[in-house]
Every structure is written in C-alpha cells, then in structure tokens.
C-alpha cells in the first residue's frame, strides 16, 4: 500500500496528464465553430491543434535539464502556472494568431508539466510500488482523446467553443494549490550541468519537425514533397540528435536507459501500442459517422465504451501484473488488442448495435491493460540515479508516438483509398494495418525474459 502523499501526488499528476491530453484532441470537433468564430476557414484552423503538438514535441526534452537544475517542485508548478495562464489566454482569443500564439505557450507548460510531474512522484518510489504510481498517473489521460470528441461536440453545441480552454482555468488552479499544499519534493542535482544548446536544437526541431510531418500526413491539401521533405529532414535531425547525445559530456536526454533491455522494449514496443491506441478515437468516429451516417454525438457515445473498458479493467490490472508477470499479460493484451483491430475492419453499417458496443469495449481493456503494462515494464529495472533521465526519454517517446498516431490513421486510409476505393473498404484496409502494428509490437515483446519486471511484483500472499 503506497502511503497517503505519494498517491496524492501521482493523482495530481494524473489531473495534468488528463489535462494535457485533453487538449491535445477535443479541438478537432470544433473546427467549424473556430472558424466562424475567428473568420477563418476551417483549415486553417488546423494550426491551433498543430502549434501545440509542435510546442509539446519541441520542449519536452528541456523538462529534465530544467528539473536538475531548478528543482522539480519549481518546475512543476511553474508549468501549471503557463498551462493556466496559457489556456485563459486562448479561451479570449479574438483572432487565429493570438489563439495560435497562445497554444504555442499552453504546449510548452504541458510539456513540462507531465513529464516533470513524473519525475516527482517517482523519485525514490519503491520498485513494487511502481504499478499502483503508474495506474494512477497513466490512465486519466488514455481516457481524455476517447472522451474529447463527444465533450468538444457537447461544449461547441451547447456553450462555446472558448469553454474547450476556459475549463482548464478552474482545473489548473486546483492542481497549482495541490501541489502548493503536498509540499512536493524539490531536490536540485548536486552537479549543475551545463545546458546542451546543440542537443536542445537538435532533438527540439527534429522531434517538433516529426509532428508537423504527421499533421502534414493528415491534411488532404499538403503537397507531396514538402511533407517528404519535412519527414525526412526530421529524421536526419533525430540522427543527429542521437549521435551528438551520445558523445556529449552532458547531454541534454541521457540514453543510457536504452541499455537497459525491459526499457528498451518498452520504448520500442510501447510507441506502436500507443500510435494504434491515439489512431482508434480520430477512426472509430470517422468511420461511424462518414460510413455508418451517425450523428456526431451518438459515433462518440459508442466510443465512449473504449472508456468503458478502460474503467472496468483498470482495478484488476495490478493483481494480474502480480498474477502473471509483465511479459505475459503484454503478449495476452497485444494479441487481443490486435483482434479488435481485425474485428473492426470487419465491421459494417448492418452490425448490431451491441456487437459494435461489446467489440469497442474489448479494445479499451486490452489497450488499458497493454499500455498498463508497457508503462510499469519502462521503469521497472530502471536504478534510481537514472530515474531523471528514463522519465525525460519516456516522455518524449510517448508524446512523439502519440502526436504521430493520427498520421499514421490517415497515412492507413489513403493506403487503403488507393487499394479499394470505397470509404467501407479505406477503413477495413486501415484497422488491418492497425492490427499487424499491434502485432509488429508483439514480436518486440517476445523478446523479454521470462522474468521480465518481476521486481515490481508483490510476493504472493501464503
């Protein structure tokens, strides 16, 4: 049982993951109400949600220096405070640039505060404790895109679409005073190092540049070669950032978790898992919607059993990381992730309702459980002097994974656009795809020993 002010600090956390993540999705069902509001034309509405993935991408990696520096508690509760102050800002935006301007901020307070929060609440944590902190922090936000659409289509109908930022004003003033009032942990590195300005540049603008390749991806009206030409300069850029990172004397992102096989595999694995399990909410509603002919409210309520299944299953994860082991329970979550991904394909308008209900509600526990376990495996064997650095490295994995998951949904449809040439078939074609990614994940997996993890696992009780 982890005691009272850990599990207090890992659900304040969790509150700013789901905020964060949030954010991330629910302005896409409200890019109409945007450009009326804002005189503008839908699509150019795409650079509000664009800015602030950029923005996340780009100074995550900046979290950890920072917080060695300066102390986690600072910075943590620095970041609440831009995230606030940010999203007030963008719910009285009156034109797309300040709006924009204003998602740049909000983005560079997100992406210190999750991945800083982290780093509190597992600084010094026992390693059996590891699963509770991790099922605590980790699935509020795995639930915010599933909901987003149906909170973003309720808000633009029923309200404004200004009440999409203007709720986080109440919800970050609460988390500031939490974190006033948990009196977090602040210990600043005994050795101030300097900060990495090449490495910042480097991994800033490659992994900001992989995002904007992946907004590229998804927008119809992107020309070819710019997209090609962004994605690959992106990559060139993370080549470089790795070969100067591991050379440097203080580099900005330590890699030297990446020796360590469960986080490996974690990292490697885990980033498919979570670009499917981003792709399922921006497909599901798509797919209700332009090839079923539901309501926009009715596609998100059958999506609303991915939080279902998420909910349900989540009490029972840790008793089966404990029953079973990581490596098991991530070959058995992987493999029926990967059913569901084949069931969808086979779905269509002539489905029973309960049927669509039932399968969607299998993904969501197979997703819980599968990115439950990826995030208990990522530090399970992780030393506490390299806690610091595995958090920073996980944080920009997993918000890169996930920035891209909607790319590689539409990167799935035109692929599969181009094979059939039915809207019914795109999809069919593309949860396909979806699942040999799932299963691709799984052959990463197989690769962990037997006993992979088990230091996070209880003993079982005689």
Not at 387 to 409: E, F, I, K, P
């Amino acid at each position: 049982m982890i005691d009272t002010h850990l599990r207090r600090t890992a659900l304040l956390v969790a509150g700013c993951f789901f905020m964060e993540n949030i954010d991330t999705t629910i302005v896409a069902t409200s890019a109409p109400a945007l450009a009326a509001s804002l005189h503008v034309t839908p699509v150019a509405t795409s650079m509000v949600l664009t800015a602030y993935l950029l923005a996340l991408a780009m100074f995550i990696p900046l979290g950890g220096w920072l917080t060695s520096r300066f102390g986690a508690r600072r910075i943590f509760m620095a970041a609440i405070t831009v995230f606030t102050v940010a999203s007030l800002g963008c719910a009285v935006s009156t034109n797309l640039t300040q709006l924009v301007a204003t998602r740049v901020l909000q983005g560079v307070g997100g992406a210190m505060m999750v991945p800083v929060g982290r780093i509190v609440v597992m600084s010094g944590a026992a390693k059996k404790d590891i699963p509770k902190i991790m099922s605590f922090v980790l699935w509020p936000g795995l639930i915010a895109p599933v909901i987003a659409p149906l909170v973003g289509g309720l808000i633009t109908t029923y309200a404004s679409w200004r009440w999409m930022f203007g709720i986080n004003i109440p919800l970050g003033v609460l988390a500031f005073v939490a974190a006033w009032r948990l009196n977090l942990a602040d210990t600043v590195a005994a050795e101030r190092a300097p900060l990495d300005w090449i490495g910042l540049l480097l991994t800033g603008l490659g992994l900001g540049g992989l995002s904007y390749a992946g907004h590229l991806i998804a927008d119809d009206g992107a020309s070819a070669p710019v997209t090609t030409g962004v994605g690959v300069g992106s990559l060139v850029l993370l080549v470089a950032a790795v070969a100067h990172l591991r050379r440097t004397a203080y580099p900005l992102i330590d890699l030297s978790p990446l020796r360590v096989p469960t986080f490996r595999v974690a990292a490697l694995g885990g980033s498919l898992i979570f670009m499917v399990v981003m792709a399922v909410p921006f497909l599901l509603p798509l797919l209700f919607q332009e090839v079923f002919g539901w309501s926009p409210v009715f596609s998100g309520a059958v999506v609303l059993f991915v939080f279902i299944g998420n909910v349900a299953i989540k009490p029972l994860v840790n008793p089966l990381v404990n029953r079973f082991g990581l490596r098991r329970l991530l070959i058995a979550s992987s493999v029926l992730f990967a059913l569901t991904m084949a069931g969808c394909a086979a779905l269509s308008a002539t489905t029973p309702l309960v049927v669509i209900a039932a399968l969607v509600f299998v993904s969501g526990v197979a997703r819980s459980v599968g990115l439950g376990s990826v995030a208990i495996l990522t530090l399970s064997e992780i030393p506490n002097s390299m806690m610091r650095h595995a958090n920073t490295l996980a944080s920009a994995l997993t918000q890169t994974a996930m920035g891209l998951g909607v790319a590689v949904a539409a990167v799935g449809l035109r692929i599969g656009t181009l094979l059939s040439g039915t809207p019914s078939d795109a999809f069919r074609v593309d949860f396909a795809l979806l699942a040999l990614l799932v299963l691709a994940a799984l052959l990463n997996i197989l690769r962990l020993h037997r006993t992979a993890g088990d230091a996070v696992r209880e003993p079982a009780r005689v």
